[in-house]
């Protein structure tokens, strides 16, 4: 099995509260094809620290030895040296450039003939990896569909004067931003396989608790580590299993209609839905080892993937989750859990 190592982050294990946000990352980690994660929220509720958590509980991965790209050697006919590295975790500026997200063509190289033609950008470094833009409700909308359509098609494409440079760019996007300074355009927010809303957890005691493990963990940081893991290596262990068994498991036809009636009656646009809700459901069963779909893993994940769907209706009083909570209690109302 692989080792969680010495790290400096807070430990995933350790963070209370917050389980849709968990839930929804640890299913993208096992299927990156659910299409990554969008976190709106409060500000202060941990999405960074969640995140740079999940990094670090991840297992290393086996790179070519100083290779921008982060290639996979397996598979490759050439022999090359190789290395361990920490799984990607490439956090995007909010100022960031095309260019420094992309990667530019140095022109003078080219046309001397050289050979450093290309000068890596972020998407590069992300590779393999998860790339994490905070506040991305902010970026441009250029910028995001620059990293959406990478983060789609697994390829970043650089061209400048007729030049064109192609890489492999396949990473899990998250997003994170606070509702109050606005949302994604929806064409930009469909883009993404999941949704996960949090808030501030209003229990004083678990504020407390809070409060009190985050100073713990700042005055003895590798003690609190020790302390968590054996946690951290259970929880790295059930991601593994599951990212090798995804492929197994299976969701009966009557559960795939029935998701799709849902799509249908909460009218949403194209496939997208039905896709990314069955592809999470079958990821949760996997993370609880489980070779086929159960209709609790359907209700647990649903909403995570229908909610930012929906079409906005300013005059419409019902929350987005309570509404798809009541569609799926009626489509599924004659079927045992």
């Not at 400048?160 to 760019?169: D, L, T, Y």
Request: charged residues 25%.
């Amino acid at each position: 099995m692989a080792t969680v190592k010495t790290i400096k982050n807070f430990p995933f294990a350790a963070i209370i509260g917050q389980d849709e946000m968990k839930l929804a990352l640890q299913l993208n980690v096992i299927d990156p094809k659910i299409g990554g994660v969008m976190i709106m929220g409060d500000r202060g509720t941990g999405k960074s620290t969640t995140i740079r958590a999940l990094a670090d509980l991840l297992p290393d991965i086996t790179v070519i030895k100083n290779d921008p790209f982060n290639t996979d050697p397996n598979g490759l006919d050439k022999k090359y040296e190789t290395e361990e590295i920490k799984i990607p975790m490439v956090e995007l500026p909010l100022g960031a450039t095309e260019d420094r997200v992309c990667g530019t063509i140095n022109l003078k190289e080219v046309l001397s003939g050289g050979k450093n033609t290309f000068e890596p950008g972020l998407l590069a470094r992300a590779n393999r990896g998860l790339l994490y833009v905070d506040e991305i409700n902010l970026l441009d909308d250029h910028l995001v569909d620059v990293l959406l359509d990478s983060a789609a098609s697994g390829w970043n494409t650089v061209e400048r004067e007729g030049i064109s440079i192609k890489h492999p760019a396949k990473f899990i996007l998250i997003g994170s931003g606070n509702p109050e300074e606005g949302e994604l355009r929806p064409q930009l927010l469909d883009r993404f396989g999941m949704h996960a809303e949090i808030r501030t957890i209003s229990d004083p005691t678990l504020r407390v608790k809070i409060v009190e493990e985050r100073i713990s963990f700042d005055q003895a940081p590798q003690i609190w580590l020790d302390k968590y893991q054996n946690e951290q290596l259970e929880i790295q262990a059930r991601i593994i299993n599951a990212q090798n068994s995804l492929s197994k498991v299976t969701i009966s036809k009557e559960y795939q209609l029935k998701i799709s009636q849902i799509c249908s009656l909460l009218q949403i646009e194209g496939l997208r839905g039905d896709i990314v809700s069955t592809r999470a459901a079958k990821a949760l069963a996997a993370f609880d080892s489980r070779k086929e779909v159960t209709l609790d893993d359907i209700k647990r994940t649903i909403s995570l993937c229908l909610r930012h769907r929906l079409r906005r209706d300013p005059m419409e009083s019902i929350n987005s989750g309570d509404k798809i909570d009541a569609i799926f209690n009626e489509i599924f109302s004659s079927t045992k859990i």
